[in-house]
């Protein structure tokens, strides 16, 4: 049984994420989709909104689970008994953070990290972009899934009135 992990923040889910997730359940076993649900970091959704969208967004996908993690990725990995960790690049920007980060994890726990080219499509999403540009009132669908885009108008929307 090979299970690898997509960690990220998912503040929303996006396309982008989804492509990478549904990519890597065909090149392995089991995959969990680990939400980071660290309190300290400010968040637009909560964890819980935010582990319900990819809940939703991983439906139809048989051997994909959806889990919050606190704490260190490699100890989470290391307890779910995972042997990689996937990521998605878009760029070099990308790339140097993650190269860095990947060594750290081998280094700590020998855990493997697996990068995976960005669907073009997808290639300029990021959830934070989706968060500016829907601020803006700025047309995001097709980039995140379409349960996300009410959720997305009603928080902004609350963040606005605050
Ligand atoms: P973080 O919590 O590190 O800010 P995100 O939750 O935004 O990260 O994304 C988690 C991971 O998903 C990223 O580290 C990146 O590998 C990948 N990712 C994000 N957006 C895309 C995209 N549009 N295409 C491919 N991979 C992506």
Same mark, same amino acid.
């Given at each position: 049984m090979r299970r690898a992990v997509c960690p990220g923040? !998912? @503040? *929303? %889910?996006t396309n982008g994420h989804l492509d990478i997730v549904q990519r890597a359940s065909g090149l392995f076993d089991e995959v969990i989709v680990a939400v980071g649900v660290n309190v300290s970091k400010s968040r637009l959704f909560s964890a819980e909104g935010r582990l319900s969208m990819l809940e939703h967004g991983v439906v =139809?996908? =048989?051997?994909v689970r959806v889990e919050g993690f606190t704490g260190l990725i490699t100890t989470y990995c290391r307890e779910a008994d995972a042997v990689a960790i996937v990521k998605g690049l878009r760029s070099g920007t990308d790339f140097d953070y993650e190269l860095q980060m990947a060594q750290m994890n081998a280094h700590l726990t020998g855990v493997e990290t697996v990068f995976m080219p960005a669907n073009p499509q997808y290639g300029f999403v990021s959830s934070s972009l989706i968060k500016e540009v829907a601020s803006y009132g700025g047309d995001v669908s097709g980039l995140v *899934? @379409? !349960? %996300?885009l009410g959720p997305l108008t009603e928080k902004l929307a609350q963040r606005k009135a605050e």
């Open positions: 923040s !998912f @503040d *929303p %889910v =139809g996908l =048989g051997n *899934p @379409d !349960f %996300v």
